[in-house]
């Protein structure tokens, strides 16, 4: 692979301005592609197939209207009054006439025609029922509602408008965000030593994402494409693509301080370290492809987005660098005399650099080193054990928010369980007993623990829950108020126990029973995703153990590897649980309300953060192989990849940490937990598992971590990662050749890695 990645190197480098015009004109594409197809975002979370969701899509068949997006309207008087003074309830009623008229709604329910008035009558509830999903209603939906209540605000009222229609899932990209890239900016201009080549990095990275994200665009306008999944695919794309970019560019220049021919060198650093950018690129794209194996199509166009951008990104750093290389020639080597250069020589002579300094203390007393570490992650993951996953809804919407005020409004007046009713829907009943039927459904379920009583609400109907209504000539609709919020545990019990009561109910009735409404579906969407979280996470790290033992060619190598990546994951959740879940902290993150972790974190988080523990082993550890297989003892391997990784890997850490960590100022929940846990991931994984843990457990393994069964290096196939089979770069002058190129290796063999027994 090292030959071939070579070849494209060299090629892309005499070619530069065909490669430049290629990228150029695939940009203008994917541009006018969006510009041609527009953007159009779905942000209902669904699975097709699931109880909830056929239930629905029914309930959409047989009432349209019964299955729009819903509105809740709260008016509170002033203290010491009630709703039901004269006035109050005049202007009450007025809103709710005005309200009537608003674009797609369909219903209004007066509250005092429903009862729908707290204990002591100080608010009242008003229901809107709109005619259509909330992705086809207007932007302007929530103000033209608000506006319609202005004769309840006007008679002295406070009005809140909110509910499941206008659940805030929109994510908005700001200037905050790129903050991130001004940090990568200061870290690449430190780590490079030079402003053309951080400039070069940083441009590549950008030209890599917006095609990515671009053609994400194009090809998600014929599909369901959240709001979330293009802002993943920026986060992912703009960090790995300045990641790969550093990979090739840093091994370009420490060649050309060695005096290598730009071309050759270019060529080289492709072929090396751009054969660790291809398997690094690879396991990201192959773990976020991975995420459609759950089934729900929202994560799976998501994580396809992703791992698009991702492929992209890896095209952009095989190619169209090493064609600015060839604009940039001889200008990217450190000038003589610069604390780069400076730098580069102590590296190729075997100086005491910062990473091995390092890596000599972490080494000295190797095995205290790694049971600090692997103590220290263990405590940190201890609230993983508590996690508890669900969907956003508006009790996690900004504070002061419409959407946030009326749904801690709702809880406080009529009960958190109000915020998220469930549906029951009893379908292809006779038509001639279907009353008799419904009511027998509605007492059967109105008998289960966990309901509002109808005291609880001080007039609102025994169980809303157990009042049936007619939607066709064979279905009927149950609705049931939860005693506890929608995303309480309680509420996810009482859908298990309604659920439960069905298969008697269906033979009693004849027809059949499903538990649905957001709330259900929301609960049913948790479900899925913590039932593959397991299966999905051993097949992620099965999948790195193989790929792994390709590259390295190694048999305790991949499992040291996937070992360190369950600690960075479970490390990483447990920070997440401690400040989304138990809110510590949550006022110096932002995080609007402490509950329930967003069901889909886990997953992506476990799917990129796997690639991205990828990067760092595989840029790491093949420097420290490629040391071994050229005659250097395990712990001299070592402390050479540390000498000449850890610089660049630490870089690397730096930008994605600023990357991530920048889109915490983004409100939206899915992004803002995804991108916490992934930057405390980036963090943990880069400096305390692969530039601490992984040098003292290899020191530890001594030649035993490099071992492979004969009968296993005759099977596998030799990937080169380390670009063994490169030939060496010509030099000009009196230079030392570089610290990469080519020797004999000190055993017999095939030239890839010694064959002693572990232990030897």
């Not at 066709?472 to 996810?492: F, K, M, N, R």
Request: glycine letters at 10%.
């Amino acid at each position: 692979m090292s030959t071939l990645l070579q070849r494209l190197g060299r090629a892309s480098f005499r070619n530069r301005w065909v490669v430049v015009a290629v990228w150029v004109l695939v940009l203008a594409g994917v541009a006018a592609a969006v510009l041609v197809r527009g953007l159009s975002f779905d942000d209902r979370f669904t699975i097709p197939g699931s109880e909830s969701q056929q239930a629905l899509d029914r309930l959409t068949e047989v009432s349209p209207a019964a299955a729009g997006a819903s509105a809740q309207v709260v008016f509170v008087a002033p203290d010491g009054s009630s709703v039901a003074d004269p006035t109050y309830q005049q202007a009450i009623e007025s809103a709710v006439q005005a309200m009537g008229r608003v674009t797609d709604v369909g219903a209004v329910v007066d509250p005092f025609q429903s009862q729908a008035i707290s204990l002591g009558g100080r608010a009242a509830l008003a229901n809107v029922q709109y005619t259509v999903n909330n992705t086809l209603l207007p932007d302007d939906a929530l103000e033209q509602l608000q506006a319609a209540t202005t004769a309840a605000s006007d008679a002295g009222l406070t009005v809140d408008v909110g509910g499941n229609a206008f659940q805030t899932t929109a994510v908005t990209i700001g200037p905050l965000e790129f903050v991130g890239v001004a940090v990568a900016v200061v870290v690449l201009a430190v780590a490079l030593g030079s402003l053309l080549a951080a400039g070069m990095n940083l441009l590549t990275a950008l030209v890599g994402v917006a095609v990515g994200l671009l053609g994400f665009l194009a090809i998600g306008s014929f599909t369901t494409l959240s709001s979330s999944a293009p802002t993943l695919a920026l986060m992912i794309g703009l960090a790995v693509g300045i990641d790969y970019t550093l990979f090739i560019l840093s091994r370009h220049r420490t060649q050309l301080a060695a005096g290598a021919d730009p071309e050759e060198s270019a060529g080289r650093a492709v072929g090396t370290a751009g054969s660790a950018v291809v398997f690094a690129g690879l396991t990201v794209v192959v773990a976020l492809a991975g995420l459609s194996v759950v089934g729900i199509p929202f994560l799976t166009v998501m994580g396809l987005g992703a791992a698009g951008t991702v492929l992209v990104a890896v095209a952009v750093a095989l190619t169209l660098v090493p064609a600015l290389m060839g604009f940039a020639g001889a200008r990217l080597a450190p000038k003589p005399g610069s604390r780069t250069a400076r730098l580069e020589e102590a590296s190729a002579s075997g100086g005491r650099s910062l990473g091995v300094r390092w890596a000599a203390v972490v080494t000295r007393v190797p095995w205290l080193t790694a049971l600090l570490v692997v103590a220290g992650l263990l405590v940190v993951a201890i609230p993983t054990t508590k996690l508890e996953l669900a969907l956003p809804d508006n009790g996690t919407a900004a504070e002061g928010s419409s959407q946030r005020a009326t749904y801690d409004a709702v809880a406080e007046y009529f009960g958190p369980g109000l915020n998220g009713p469930l549906v029951v829907l009893l379908d292809g009943v006779d038509a001639a007993n279907g009353q008799a039927s419904a009511q027998a459904v509605a007492q059967a379920i109105g008998g289960t623990p966990g309901l509002v009583p109808g005291t609880s609400t001080g007039g609102l109907d025994d169980v809303l829950a157990a009042v049936p209504q007619q939607l066709g000539a064979t279905t009927w609709l149950i609705q049931v108020i939860p005693e506890s919020g929608p995303q309480d545990e309680a509420t996810t019990r009482l859908v298990g126990d309604i659920r439960d009561l069905a298969p008697q109910l269906e033979q009693q009735t004849g027809g059949t029973i499903a538990v649905t409404g957001q709330t259900a579906v929301a609960i049913d969407v948790s479900s899925t995703l913590g039932a593959a979280l397991v299966p999905f996470a051993l097949v992620v790290v099965g999948l790195s153990v193989v790929l792994l033992l390709l590259v390295f060619r190694s048999v305790l190598v991949p499992v040291k590897a996937a070992l360190g990546f369950l600690l960075s994951v479970v490390a990483s959740f447990g920070a997440v649980v401690a400040v989304f879940q138990w809110g510590w902290l949550i006022d110096l993150f932002g995080v609007a309300s402490a509950g329930p972790v967003v069901s889909l974190m886990p997953i992506i988080l476990i799917a990129v953060l796997f690639g991205l523990a990828m990067d760092y082993e595989v840029f790491l550890v093949s420097r420290m192989r490629e040391a071994y297989v050229h005659g250097a003892s395990p712990r001299e391997a070592v402390l050479e990849g540390m000498r000449h990784a850890a610089r660049v890997v630490t870089a690397a850490a730096l930008i994605m940490f600023s990357v991530f960590a920048s889109f915490l100022t983004i409100d939206e929940p899915v992004v803002k937990s995804i991108a916490f846990g992934l930057a405390v991931g980036v963090l943990v994984d880069a400096f305390l598992v692969r530039m601490t843990l992984v040098p003292a457990v290899l020191v530890l393994m001594g030649r035993s971590a490099w071992w492979l069964p004969r009968w296993a290096e005759k099977v596998l196939p030799d990937l080169d990662v380390e670009g063994a089979k490169l030939e060496a770069p010509a030099h000009h002058g009196a230079h030392e050749a570089p610290e990469d190129a080519p020797r004999e290796p000190a055993a017999a063999g095939t030239g890839h890695g010694r064959h002693e027994a572990p232990g030897d």
